[in-house]
């Protein structure tokens, strides 16, 4: 199983990017996907999570109404699109796979699989 996380980079407050995570060697449209993302000396922290019909979706507190998950099981391919980013926003992101209930959506020790991780900074 691979994920590939990719679309990070530098961006100025306010400033938008749009994460994306392929996978590959599972059957993407049974796993329910994440993002996580970790700050440097912080834990890793869960973002968002979409289940695998796409039907619902989770989010962090901080992130609602800035950050949309969204899936293309056609393409194997989930997306994070974040708006109005914040310089505390900065992370590194993770895109993560695994069959999940609801309660666990938000534990990584809920998910079997990880991408890479792609580096997302945000200056003020």
């Known amino acids: 199983v691979q994920l590939q996380a990719s679309g990070g980079g530098l961006v100025q407050a306010g400033g938008s990017l749009r994460l994306s995570c392929a996978a590959s060697?599972?059957?993407?449209?049974?796993?329910?996907m994440a993002w996580f993302r970790q700050a440097p000396g912080k834990e890793r922290e869960f973002v968002a999570a979409i289940r695998w019909s796409g039907g619902r979706k989770y989010y962090v507190d901080s992130v609602k109404g800035r950050f949309t998950i969204s899936r293309d099981n056609a393409k194997n391919t989930v997306y994070l699109q974040m708006n109005s980013l914040k310089p505390e926003d900065t992370a590194v992101y993770y895109c993560?796979?695994?069959?999940?209930?609801?309660?666990?959506?938000?534990?990584?020790?809920?998910?079997?699989?990880w991408g890479q991780g792609t580096l997302v900074t945000v200056s003020s």
């Open positions: 060697g599972l059957t993407f449209s049974s796993y329910d």
């Open positions: 993560a796979a695994g069959r999940v209930i609801t309660s666990a959506s938000s534990s990584p020790a809920a998910y079997n699989y």
